[in-house]
């Protein structure tokens, strides 16, 4: 299946700093998304991003598909941000890995 | 918004007893997958499901596990004999195909063997 990396696996800000978290991938893609894991544990799917760029409010992503990365940029961060970030990628076989997540922590 | 649904959200069951995780996908989806998270670890693959058949299965998935979908719309998980290590948020996704390749998530099942 598909290799999916993330980066870095852990990261601590401040409230107000800029971050950029980083998901690298080994296969052609048709599909590539964001997530982050609430408290409950539940996915909650930040960006359906495949290629191009997208933004929603703080955050937006990055997705450059021919050099097999995408990126999560988190502007202003706050406390809420905080927990862990998953990248899913599918090959175009359907076959759809998750990375190991980005734990973030923001400290007030 | 359409969602994906699971059920139950949280499931307790005596060690080598079977349970069954139901999910509702989306009604006009047609791929579907199982994935299982461990407290505090990455989202693993379980199975893939086209066409009333599997498509692709992880190694995780051995003979104590089996999909099915029985009626055209719900999709379900069944752990035959749990053990211990079978404690996990199980969650389902399914995707349309053709020009939408979006994955949708249901909100997990926590699985607790005792």
């Known amino acids: 299946g598909i290799q999916v990396e993330q980066s870095p696996p852990d990261l601590i800000l401040q409230e107000g700093a800029n971050s950029t978290l980083r998901c690298n991938f080994s296969?052609?893609?048709?599909?590539l998304q964001w997530f982050h894991q609430n408290p409950w544990g539940q996915l909650i799917n930040l960006f359906y991003?495949?290629?191009g760029t997208k933004q929603n409010g703080r955050l937006s992503a990055t997705t450059v598909a021919t050099e097999r990365y995408s990126l999560l940029y988190i502007s202003s961060s706050q406390t809420t941000d905080s927990g862990v970030y998953f990248c899913?990628?599918?090959?175009?076989?359907?076959?759809?890995?998750f990375g190991a997540g980005t734990r973030l922590t923001v400290k007030p | 918004e359409p969602e994906v649904t699971q059920t139950p959200s949280h499931q307790v069951t005596q060690m080598g007893q079977e349970v069954i995780l139901r999910c509702v996908p989306i009604?006009?989806?047609?791929?579907f997958y199982w994935y299982r998270q461990i407290l505090g670890q990455k989202v693993e693959f379980l199975v893939s499901?086209?066409?009333?058949?599997?498509?692709?299965k992880s190694e995780i998935f051995d003979d104590q596990f089996s999909v099915e979908r029985p009626d055209g719309s719900n999709f379900t998980l069944k752990i035959r004999s749990t053990k211990l290590e079978d404690s996990a948020m199980y969650f389902c996704?399914?995707?349309?195909?053709?020009?939408?390749?979006?994955?949708?998530f249901g909100q997990g099942t926590r699985l607790t063997v005792v």
């Open positions: 899913a990628v599918a090959n175009n076989n359907n076959d759809m890995r």
């Open positions: 296969d052609s893609v048709n599909n």
């Open positions: 991003i495949p290629s």
């Open positions: 009604s006009n989806h047609l791929y």
């Open positions: 499901f086209y066409n009333n058949e599997i498509s692709e």
């Open positions: 996704a399914s995707i349309r195909l053709a020009s939408n390749t979006e994955a949708f």
